[in-house]
């Protein structure tokens, strides 16, 4: 595990878009995994200028998604499909036909799963996973408790996880109850991890995960046996840990 300080969500967004824009170099028609939600914004907003100033290549790409509510048809303006699109996909060029995002309207959402696990396989694995963390260890919707062996599936959102997300609804009821999420064990198996984790609100999820005993109460602990983890955070983030960190190899 490699842990990478910068100074502010600038420079770690900035870092994280280099990681994947070099893999992108490096591999043309990588398959990369995306996540949503506030830390991986400037890492996307920075993609979007490498490939309109300097010609960064998106059209061969395979992309997963690690979450999607159930029951929110695309163009909601609160589900993941509209999110990646708006805040990335319609400013690169990516082909639409290689873009994978959890089908949170699937009528049969077991059989949906297991054909996402499956479809994973199929283009050779997740070649680099972006994550976000949640402040009590969550990754994708992997809540505190989750398996650390889980595959794709179906999840009850927690209460408080509803709440937080109450106000971007219309009334209550509106906010979905379930998502489909990659499981931790879907995640353990992309080939490299790229945890983002920016400002003391994540300081303590960052401990834990960098220095805690690993736990399906804190999911996020589980990079730590990862093989090629990457966690890039700003100083807000890192600001608890216990060691010196600069850039450390364990
Ligand atoms: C989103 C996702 C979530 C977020 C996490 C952090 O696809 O998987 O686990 O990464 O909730 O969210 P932010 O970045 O908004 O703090």
Partial sequence: MLVIIKKNYDEMSVEGAKMVADLIRRKPNCVIG????GTPL????????????????????????????VGLPPEHSQSYHFFMWENLFKHINVDPRYVHIPQGMAVDIDEFCDWYEERIKYYGGIDLQILGIGANGHIAFNEPGSSLGSRTRIKTLKQETRWDNKRFFESDDDVPQYAITMGVGT????????????????????????EGPITALHPATIVQMHRK??????????????????????
């Fill in 34 to 37: 995306f996540a949503t939600g």
């Fill in 42 to 69: 400037g890492l996307y907003k920075e993609l979007i200028r490498m490939h309109k100033e300097e010609g960064l290549d998106f059209s061969k790409i395979t992309t997963f998604n690690l979450d999607e509510y």
């Fill in 187 to 210: 995640i353990m198996d992309s080939k490299a991890l790229l945890l983002l984790a920016s400002g003391k609100g994540k300081a303590t999820a960052i401990k834990a995960t960098v």
């Fill in 229 to 250: 983890a990457f966690i890039i955070c700003d100083e807000g983030a890192a600001s608890t840990l216990s060691t010196e960190y600069s850039g450390y190899l364990s």
